[in-house]
């Protein structure tokens, strides 16, 4: 079994910052991409960003030039930094890798981040 945990959420000021991490656990073979998806109230789930195996980074455009994902292979961990949080950015955000020659994907169980004055 792969096992995911998030940490990192929470209540932040617009304007502020945050730091999600992910840290993968269990059977893992080995981890192609990494990624950091939300879900607001309401609305479908969506990806933010993701890093490959090779560091390739892609975000979604409503994070470019604010939003930050890197990965630590040695910690089979996925970070997410967030500067310039806006309100728009509160939702329950998920994180998931994609692993091994079948590229089986694993999910976590999400944590809430809310951007409020």
């Known amino acids: 079994q792969v096992q995911l945990v998030e940490s990192g959420g929470g209540l932040v000021q617009p304007g502020g910052s945050l730091r999600l991490s992910c840290a993968a656990s269990?059977?893992?073979?080995?981890?192609?991409?990494m990624g950091w998806y939300r879900q607001a109230p309401g609305k479908q789930r969506e990806l933010v960003a993701i890093?490959?195996?090779?560091?390739?980074?892609t975000y979604v455009d409503s994070v470019k030039g604010r939003f930050t994902i890197s990965r630590d292979n040695a910690k089979n961990t996925v970070y997410l930094q967030m500067n310039s949080l806006k309100p728009e950015d509160t939702a329950v955000y998920y994180c998931s890798i994609r692993t091994g020659p079948r590229n089986l994907d694993y999910w976590g169980r999400g944590t809430q981040v809310t951007v409020s004055p």
């Open positions: 269990g059977r893992i073979f080995s981890i192609n991409t």
């Open positions: 890093i490959s195996s090779i560091v390739q980074t």
